[in-house]
T-cell receptor, first 111, second 117 residues
Framework: GAGVSQSPRYKVTKRGQDVALRCDPISGHVSLYWYRQALGQGPEFLTYFNYEAQQDKSGLPNDRFSAERPEGSISTLTIQRTEQRDSAMYRC?????????FGEGSWLTVV | AQKITQTQPGMFVQEKEAVTLDCTYDTSDPSYGLFWYKQPSSGEMIFLIYQGSYDQQNATEGRYSLNFQKARKSANLVISASQLGDSAMYFCAMRDSPGGGGFKTIFGAGTRLFVKA
């Protein structure tokens, strides 16, 4: 596609449920990033991939969060046993090597 | 350690005047890149300008220029001739290769710019 595509755009889930957020990067982009952004704050690094390899997951808050990119293209960020504090915008971005290009984000609300 | 700092939570500028948004960074990697992004109220992240650590000249893109002072580890964004549409959040970002392969990009906390008519 022309840009980074994320789905769902909006997700409301009950506390304790698992959530999967999908990212379809720009075709051919080697690197893929996941960020979390609270209102009025900067994107907080979660994890990133080069091709299918997860290079750094130091930003994942705890072991309820995981991400994968099995074929080096589409990526999924999974949050298990969601908590209210997980409510935020989750942004995916992809890069051919330097500039990163963001998707529109997935708004997650945990009630 | 990789770190990026924006010390101005908010800035006001009069329309048609220039404004400088501050950004300092820290990295042990000699090869790195610096970026600025604009986030309007719509929420999208718009790439503005890029500066590589080995670039000899300061980057410019239209009304945007990046004042790169390597020794001071600063990468301030200068917006000339401010317009009302420049009102937005601005984020400074740094990409380096902290080890383990590939590049990692982190963002500052942002500066909210208000342009007054």
């Amino acid at each position: 596609g022309a840009g980074v595509s994320q789905s769902p755009r909006y997700k409301v889930t009950k506390r304790g449920q698992d959530v999967a957020l999908r990212c379809d990067p720009i075709s051919g982009h080697v690197s893929l990033y996941w960020y979390r952004q609270a209102l009025g704050q900067g994107p907080e690094f979660l994890t990133y991939f080069n091709y299918e390899a997860q290079q750094d997951k130091s930003g994942l808050p705890n072991d309820r969060f995981s991400a994968e990119r099995p074929e080096g293209s589409i990526s999924t960020l999974t949050i298990q046993r969601t908590e209210q504090r997980d409510s935020a915008m989750y942004r995916c971005a992809s890069s051919p090597g330097d500039t990163i290009y963001f998707g529109e984000g997935s708004w997650l609300t945990v009630v | 350690a990789q770190k990026i700092t924006q010390t101005q939570p908010g800035m006001f500028v009069q329309e048609k005047e220039a404004v400088t948004l501050d950004c300092t960074y820290d990295t042990s990697d000699p090869s790195y890149g610096l970026f600025w992004y604009k986030q309007p109220s719509s929420g999208e992240m718009i790439f503005l300008i890029y500066q590589g650590s080995y670039d000899q000249q300061n980057a410019t893109e239209g009304r945007y220029s990046l004042n790169f002072q390597k020794a001071r580890k600063s990468a301030n964004l200068v917006i000339s001739a401010s317009q009302l549409g420049d009102s937005a959040m601005y984020f400074c970002a740094m990409r380096d290769s902290p080890g383990g392969g590939g590049f990692k990009t982190i963002f500052g906390a942002g500066t909210r710019l208000f342009v007054k008519a």
